[in-house]
């Protein structure tokens, strides 16, 4: 019995007088989640994009739109002809690669993270309503969502945009209704299944008004699954808004955008490998990033997904 | 099972009537004149202006030109290409062998390698192959596959010369009639020479960065859905009554398994149609997703129009079938609402 009660008390390497008061959910989570050594890797990783993109101005060693007319295709220092003046060589224009794709992390982490803001908000509420309001409204929705998923995601962003014109505010409205659907039929089923408990009648007996009861009783029980696809979302568009830069439908040129810096890389498949290599370099390693920090969320968040 | 069938099929119709109002929007969005929109061309004088617009039905009432618009789709009319002046429909038939071909060989990498690749993974859960895979998968479905593509012609077709870098056949050395559009099928029936060899030697790479995404996707759920099973007690039952561990895996386990797997695969045409366009891109396919951009750089926007709603009518039908064969394998999704 003494053995058993000392094994309750004292996990190994935890002090054992923090486990014997409640652990705050933050420092529970975190603790789940630093089991995940690669969602740990993942989160670090994204961690250095981020500062990379804040400290843009200051890391980058050039301009990421100065064309230098006398080193167009300079090769990376590694190379043979390759210089520190440009560390990972040049492209076609004469841009510097470095700054570039120093830039270009701004502009992807600033389309993944506004389209999943944008889409949390509205796929969360459009979500609420649809599972609260009654029936119409919730046909109406539902219809709405059917739709958006049965066209290819691509292949809308790409009418959007072909409608709007190419830009990057563009890119970001097309994506944006793009993951919609996920947001809205997820939050929709969870709150679905909220509605049935006992602590939401309660709430409702209580008197609590439609808005309060959708927001701050709701929500907050449907929101882990919705932080892993958040987390997952940012990704997904970040992927999305890189294959419309390919097509020449994103962010237009001379902006740092790494699809966009692929677009016009094929010509030089055969003579200057970095200008294709890097960009694409780059976008992996991100989404890389993010999807394994996605896949630690989920396991700490959610016991019952836990992978085996 | 009839009035299954008939639900889940009335269940389209307001799904295809919202995709027809979406695409009838579009091309209103579009900005500029409606009818030099339409038309394809800049500055025309007043008269033919008028005359165009009398001709495309703009000077009816909006409601009058959704309703004439449904009425065309209903009887097949898509609307004529503003470049080739051919029905969008026609250009549309023509070119979906190709994406199809690509799909179906993209489909078969991804199944025949995911499900062997995830089902062992299950089996030594835990072990150094198991790890690779996963990490492996997780490159595979982060991975930009138009970059992946860039990569593939830079090492496969540039620098080692292996495997051609675009297009369906060698057209120098190849040309026959094509009365499938299949160009592996035609090839076989042409009795050309080495024709059917060329015909696949240009589909690995395109069905590699096609199948790449997919594979990521079913390796990892077969994996999954094969954990589950390997608990189950008929599972244990077979070993029990000591069925040799290749027939308890391969037999018992897997073929349970695969049905959640199914589902993933009959899912996956969306994802299959989008990823085509990029894939198409890339290799100069000439497929519906290589004509969609093609068609938005020429400013085609008939063209544009139709092939989204066709292309999102195989989506929806494509769905369609996979539920309605589930609702005869499963009688619970029949029953259920």
């Not at chain 2, 959640?260 to 990029?278: D, E, K, R």
């Amino acid at each position: 019995m003494a053995a058993d009660a000392a094994a309750l008390t004292t996990p190994i390497g935890e002090d054992a007088t923090a486990v014997l008061a409640q652990p705050s959910p933050l420092a529970s989570f975190w603790a789940a989640f630093r089991e995940n050594r690669g969602a740990v890797f993942g989160l670090a990783v994204f961690g250095l994009v981020v500062m990379l993109a804040l400290a843009a101005n200051v890391v980058a060693p050039h301009s990421p739109i100065e064309q230098f007319r006398d080193a167009v295709r300079a090769p990376p220092v590694w190379e043979v002809g390759g210089s520190w003046r440009f560390v990972l060589g040049t492209d076609g224009d004469g841009h510097d690669m470095l700054s570039r794709l120093i830039f270009g992390a701004r502009v992807s982490l600033f389309i993944g993270l506004s389209v999943m803001c944008v889409s949390f908000v509205i796929g969360v509420t459009l979500g609420l309503a649809a599972a609260m309001t009654g029936p119409i409204l919730d046909v109406a929705i539902t219809r709405l969502m059917d739709l958006i998923l049965a066209v290819p995601s691509l292949v809308l962003a790409v009418l959007v945009v072909a409608v709007l014109g190419p830009s990057l505010a563009n890119t970001i409205i097309a994506v944006t209704i793009v993951y919609l659907p996920q947001y809205v039929r997820l939050t929709r089923a969870s709150a679905l299944g909220e509605l049935s408990k006992d602590y939401v009648t309660a709430a409702r007996v209580a008197g609590v008004g439609p808005f309060r009861l959708a927001y701050s009783t709701v929500l907050p029980n449907c929101l882990a699954p919705l932080i892993v696809q958040a987390a997952l979302g940012v990704s997904s568009a970040i992927l999305e808004a890189a294959g419309l830069g390919f097509l020449g439908l994103g962010a237009q040129p001379p902006t740092p955008e790494w699809g966009t810096m692929l677009a016009d890389s094929r010509e030089f498949i055969r003579s200057d490998p970095w200008i294709v290599t890097l960009p694409g370099l780059a976008i992996l390693v991100t989404v890389l990033a993010i999807n394994l920090t996605g896949d630690g969320l989920r396991d700490a968040l959610d016991p019952k997904m836990r992978r085996g | 099972m009839l009035a299954y069938f008939l639900r889940r099929v009335a269940l389209t119709i307001p799904t295809f009537l919202a995709l027809m109002f979406l695409t009838f929007v579009a091309i209103r969005l579009v900005p500029g004149d409606p009818v030099e929109v339409r038309v394809g061309e800049r500055s025309m004088s007043p008269e033919r202006l008028a005359y165009f617009r009398h001709e495309l039905g703009l000077d009816q009432p909006v409601w009058k030109q959704f309703l004439d618009y449904v009425w065309r789709l209903a009887h097949g009319d898509f609307g004529v290409s503003l470049s080739s002046q051919q029905k969008v429909l026609t250009e549309f038939l023509t070119l979906f062998p190709a994406t199809l071909e690509l799909s179906f060989f993209a489909m078969l990498l991804a199944i025949a390698v995911g499900v062997p690749a995830g089902a062992f993974a299950a089996v030594k859960r835990g072990g150094v192959y198991d790890q690779a895979l996963m990490t492996i998968s997780l490159f595979g479905y982060s991975m930009p596959i138009f970059w992946w593509g860039l990569l593939l012609i830079m090492f496969v077709s540039v620098r080692l010369g292996l495997l051609p870098v675009s297009g369906r056949i060698d057209l120098i050395n190849y040309s026959f009639d094509q009365p499938t559009g299949f160009m592996t099928i035609d090839a076989l029936m042409s009795d050309q020479q080495g024709a059917f060899f060329d015909a696949l030697r240009h589909l690995v790479l395109p069905a590699i960065v096609l199948g790449t995404v997919p594979l990521a996707v079913i390796a990892r759920m077969t994996r999954s859905s094969m954990l589950e099973v390997l608990n189950e007690d008929y599972v244990r039952t077979a070993r029990a009554k000591g069925l040799a561990p290749r027939r308890v895996i391969g037999v018992h386990a897997l073929r349970n398994a695969l049905l959640p797997v199914v589902t993933v695969i009959g899912l996956s045409v969306s994802g299959l149609m989008a990823g085509a366009v990029l894939t198409e891109t890339i290799f100069s396919w000439p497929g519906v997703g290589y004509w969609l951009i093609d068609s938005i750089g020429r400013r085609d926007y008939p063209a544009l129009q139709g092939g989204v709603l066709l292309i999102s009518t195989v989506v929806i039908g494509v769905n369609l079938i996979v539920d309605l064969v589930y609702g005869v394998i499963d009688p619970r999704i029949r029953h259920g609402r």
